[in-house]
């Protein structure tokens, strides 16, 4: 049986000590802060912290695909060593990546014929990626070659559960998620609302609430009820820049859920120029999306 690297991107917000103890390869990715260009990930001049405290001081974020130029790179690193590979990418549902890293496979493919390289759709975002990629690198160790472990990649991507709120809709807002009227009389009446990623990979508005601890509580209380131990016992909570309440999340979560193994993410930009400063969301194996 040949070996394979697994790739995913810096959607992912695993932290870079994260992937080397998993042995998962990460693709930088490009953002914009003001205007000026930075790039978020392995080799990169910002971090997630640095992204939300600028963004805090009332600078727009954005963000870019990943160029066919840095696949290439990036998966050519791996061929040239004799390695197959399997990449889990950003959900196609918020995202054309996948499609520009698919037309880079075929062509890799014509000079590496000997090689397998695969792709998989996460349908996931932000920490929820890393956390299916995760458990992926888990099945590798057990010892899954890469055509049964992009089959269970797929197989399980749906039963990672997203939950998750904002602080200030106007970012969600400048996204399209919502309209001006919901983001300005949601900021006045401090209504939070609650989403999560569906079957199809999109951000979804599933509540609202009133108050930024109950929005809190609503996402803890949507996980625990969806949480199915018995696939895995793991749980990540990643926060854009509000470390507080994430620890408050993680304490009540192991209140309800003892035997809960949590583990806290710092979100990275990619998501968070979306969302703003105050993200917070919590992933977990679940029943269903």
């Given at each position: 049986?040949?070996?394979?690297?697994?790739?995913?991107?810096?959607?992912?917000?695993?932290?870079?000590?994260?992937?080397?103890?998993?042995?998962?390869?990460?693709?930088?990715?490009?953002v914009e802060l003001d205007g000026s260009p930075y790039l978020f990930g392995p080799g990169g001049d910002i971090t997630g912290s640095e992204f939300f405290t600028v963004?805090?001081?009332?600078?727009?974020?954005?963000?870019?695909?990943?160029?066919?130029?840095?696949?290439?790179a990036a998966f050519e690193r791996y061929l040239s060593q004799g390695l197959d590979i399997l990449y889990i990418c950003f959900s196609s549902g918020l995202s054309g990546t996948i499609q520009a890293?698919?037309?880079?496979?075929?062509?890799?493919?014509?000079?590496?014929?000997?090689?397998?390289?695969?792709?998989?759709?996460?349908?996931?975002?932000?920490?929820?990626?890393?956390?299916l990629v995760t458990g992926a690198a888990e099945q590798k160790q057990a010892g899954l070659d890469i055509e049964a472990l992009a089959a269970w990649v797929e197989a399980n991507r749906l039963h990672v559960c997203h939950w998750f709120t904002v602080e200030d809709l106007k970012f969600l807002h400048r996204g399209g998620r919502v309209s001006a009227a919901t983001a300005v009389v949601g900021s006045a009446l401090q209504i939070k609302?609650?989403?999560?990623?569906?079957?199809?990979?999109?951000?979804?508005?599933?509540?609202?609430v009133r108050g930024r601890k109950h929005s809190l509580l609503a996402l803890l209380d949507h996980?625990?009820?969806?949480?199915?131990?018995?696939?895995?016992?793991?749980?990540?909570?990643?926060?854009?820049?509000?470390l507080a309440d994430a620890q408050f999340m993680a304490q009540e979560?192991?209140?309800?859920?003892?035997?809960?193994?949590?583990?806290?993410?710092?979100?990275?930009?990619?998501?968070?120029?979306?969302?703003?400063?105050?993200v917070?969301?919590?992933?977990?194996?679940g029943t269903q999306r």
């Open positions: 049986m040949s070996d394979y690297q697994i790739i995913t991107d810096a959607t992912a917000d695993l932290s870079a000590e994260w992937a080397d103890r998993i042995g998962v390869a990460v693709i930088p990715m490009d963004m805090r001081q009332g600078k727009l974020g954005s963000t870019s695909q990943i160029s066919p130029a840095r696949y290439e890293a698919r037309i880079c496979m075929d062509e890799l493919r014509e000079r590496y014929p000997e090689r397998k390289l695969l792709c998989v759709d996460s349908l996931s975002a932000s920490a929820g990626e890393g956390f609302p609650v989403m999560h990623c569906d079957k199809e990979g999109h951000l979804t508005n599933t509540g609202k996980a625990d009820q969806s949480w199915t131990p018995g696939r895995g016992r793991k749980v990540f909570i990643c926060h854009g820049d509000c979560f192991q209140r309800r859920r003892p035997e809960a193994e949590i583990t806290l993410f710092h979100m990275g930009p990619i998501i968070g120029a979306h969302c703003g400063p105050g917070i969301a919590i992933f977990t194996w």
